[in-house]
């Protein structure tokens, strides 16, 4: 099991996902399938093997979290302010774009510079508490039960 830390209402620890790093790699490997009924030659096995690589290397950063500059939690600050938390205890703070995608068991948070990435969030990177949390915030931009947080000034 996981164990996850909460500082506070606002700061989330991410665990990694391998459902989501499943997912990702089948995605990619259908991709190079689907290249291959199209270019069935050397230049379709090179760019299905490409594309199957790239799959890889996107569920080792975003899913397993184990890419040197992979997001290992973030910390929210106001409606659409975020600390990003990478490893070696390095912070960055960025903003989380107004196109946020919700649902049961996924959060999408377009993440603005200087990370310029979108972090996807699955129910089972979280505890179920800050999952819900996370996504009411997604939503709208406050969490239950906390004041809301000020707006920086732009």
Avoid: C, K, Y
Avoid at 36 to 43: E, K, R, S
Avoid at 52 to 72: E, Q
Avoid at 117 to 122: P, V
């Amino acid at each position: 099991m996981n164990a996850w830390i909460v500082r506070n209402a606002t700061h989330f620890q991410l665990a990694s996902s391998r459902r989501i790093a499943a997912f990702i790699v089948l995605a990619h490997g259908a991709s190079a399938v689907a290249l291959l009924t199209v270019f069935d030659d050397a230049l379709g096995w090179m760019l299905a093997a490409l594309v199957v690589a790239l799959g890889l290397a996107t569920a080792w950063d975003r899913a397993l979290l184990r890419a040197s500059r992979s997001v290992r939690g973030f910390e929210l600050q106001g409606p659409d302010g975020i600390v990003l938390e990478l490893p070696h205890t390095e912070r960055r703070v960025s903003r989380v774009g107004s196109r946020r995608w919700v649902s049961a068991h996924l959060v999408a948070l377009p993440i603005a510079a200087p990370l310029r990435r979108t972090m996807l969030i699955a129910d089972d990177m979280l505890d179920p508490d800050a999952f819900r949390r996370l996504r009411l915030w997604a939503l709208w931009g406050q969490l239950p039960g906390v004041a809301p947080l000020p707006r920086e000034p732009a």
